[in-house]
């Protein structure tokens, strides 16, 4: 055989390698987007579907607890925010089926304004759903403007880990005129009226805007002092430094009358007599609810798949 002819045949094979190649790259291209789309498929099915312990976002046809999450700091702009923590509680009353609302709670407090639209908020839900009880759960932390939520409730419940209270109120600031002045800064700010610029770092704070300051914190802080008498009622065993500020452990609260005892969502389960939970908390992403949606179905069923105890469960 000639060399053009070898050169023919070795062609030819590549050739047909080649073509074989790419057949078996398509096929097996099919069987991934197959496999994708039956994985995507099933993800949507489940989301779509009611969890086996609790929904979210939906209306359930059965008896059920009502779930809303106050967690982080509370204040305009930040997800525990006024505005949708009331409309979740609100969602929470509205529901037929649900037999009473949970305020779970894991936050250090936040702006006082926020806290006490939503205090305000559940004093009146309570008032118009007075057969349906509020329980506020507090997991690792319900101090400050979180605890003045959470004494709004029917009952508190705590771990007696938690850490509870602080009630009072602050407001942060520093003066560096001294070190402005060695280090040469000057400070050229300029106001129209006299106390425009108070609080200004730059500057030292005469007597007079203190004690104006000071007058400020007093009667928010009274307004705090208030709501958690008017909310905890004869329950509180009050102190000397009760209302200083000081937080205490989930158990000291309790022995204080700032709780009512120990527990969980499942200990308001056991008294209400229903384990199923629906979740009434706002997000302004709604990817977040996708996401731990298709997180939570997807380590329940793995978890089913396995067969690991059904006492573990993402809460």
Known sequence: MSDNGREWQILEKAV???????????RWSIVFKLLTFSYLLVLLVLFMSPSKHGTSGTESSSDHIGIVELNGEIADGKDA?????????????????????VLRINSP????????????????????????????????????????????????????????GSIGVIMQG???????????????TMTAGAHKAIMNPMAAISPEEKAHVQKLLDTIHQQFITAVKQGRGQR????????????WTGQQAVEL?????FGSVKTVGKLIGTDEQ???????????????KLGVTMGETVAAKLDIGSELKVR
């Open 16 to 26: 047909l390698a080649s073509v074989d190649e790419q057949r078996k790259a398509r």
């Open 109 to 164: 407090g936040g702006s006082p304004v926020q806290s006490a639209y939503v205090y305000d908020a559940i004093r009146q839900l309570r008032t118009k759903y007075p057969n349906k009880k509020l329980y506020a759960v507090i997991t690792d932390i319900g101090a400050s403007g979180a605890y003045y939520i959470a004494a709004s409730a029917d009952q508190i419940y705590v771990s007696p880990a938690s850490l509870v």
């Open 257 to 261: 009358g700032l709780a009512d005892g």
């Open 278 to 292: 629906v979740d009434y908390t706002q997000n302004k992403n709604p990817m977040d609810n996708l996401i731990r």
């Open 174 to 188: 520093f003066g560096v005129q001294s070190l402005a002045q060695k280090i040469g800064i000057e400070d050229r």
């Open 236 to 247: 509180l065993k009050e102190t000397p430094d009760m209302f200083s500020g000081l937080f």
């Open 81 to 101: 925010n006024a505005d949708d923590i009331i409309a979740g509680l609100t969602d929470a009353f509205e529901a037929k089926n649900s037999k009473a609302v």
